[in-house]
């Protein structure tokens, strides 16, 4: 299946290998994960099985996609192998207990210009709440990161951030919310950036 391009305001996204484009200017912009990865490359999965790995990628891009899909909405029937629709009724149910009857949109992308940085939030609830949803075994140390991106560049600023950690093998009810403090994953996300920079500066006198 070809994913089709996105367009969020000036920004057109370009799913198929992740590709941020600012319209006006032309400009491409480096995706948040990108930046994380070249700064901090620590994952659990490192030295896990590379089929394993894509497959968790795939189920968890198809969980992110239905639970969109429910925002949008409101309902859903839900046609994905079972190992994914557990994931969706977990994930439904923690979104409910967190944010019942809050309005919420799904996929909303941010960007600074200045840092030539964007990126896509899975949720943002009541322009006050940033949520992502991982279905990743561990939790990772690179989601302040993430999280800090997105607190950075959305407006307004949040009040509060989390992840909707869904694994039915790690949690006896099958999932968590994980809250963030706000300033202190701004604050990683700033020297985060600014290491990124230096990085690409050192590259270019590399070459």
């Known amino acids: 299946m070809v994913e089709l391009d996105s367009i969020q305001g ?31 490359a620590v ?9 394993k790995v894509e ?12 639970m969109s899909v429910y925002l949008k909405e409101g ?14 009724v977990i994930a439904q149910r923690l979104f409910e207990e967190q944010f019942a009857g809050q309005p919420a ?16 939030m899975d949720f943002w609830i009541n322009r006050k709440v940033i949520a992502d949803l991982k279905c990743t075994w ?4 690179s989601w302040a990161l993430q999280l800090g991106a997105y607190a950075t560049y959305a407006a307004p600023p949040p009040e509060r951030l989390g992840v909707l950690h869904v694994h039915p093998k790690v ?15 701004r604050q990683f996300w700033a020297s985060a950036i600014r290491w990124w ?6 590259v270019a006198i590399r070459k």
């Open 138 to 141: 561990a939790v990772e140390s």
């Open 197 to 202: 920079k230096d990085s690409e500066a050192l």
């Open 10 to 40: 000036d920004i057109r996204y370009r799913p198929q290998d992740h590709r941020y484009t600012h319209i006006p200017t032309g400009r491409e912009l480096t995706s948040v994960s990108r930046v994380i990865q070249r700064i901090y």
């Open 171 to 185: 949690y006896r009810n099958g999932g968590k919310w994980i809250e963030y403090p706000v300033d202190l994953c």
């Open 105 to 120: 949109d799904a996929q909303v992308i941010v960007y600074s210009l200045e840092d030539g940085v964007a990126g896509t």
């Open 43 to 51: 994952k659990s999965w490192d030295g896990a099985d590379p089929w």
């Open 75 to 88: 309902s859903i029937v839900i046609r994905e192998p079972l190992e994914i629709q557990e994931r969706v």
């Open 55 to 66: 497959h968790a990628r795939i189920r968890g891009t198809a969980v992110d996609r239905v």
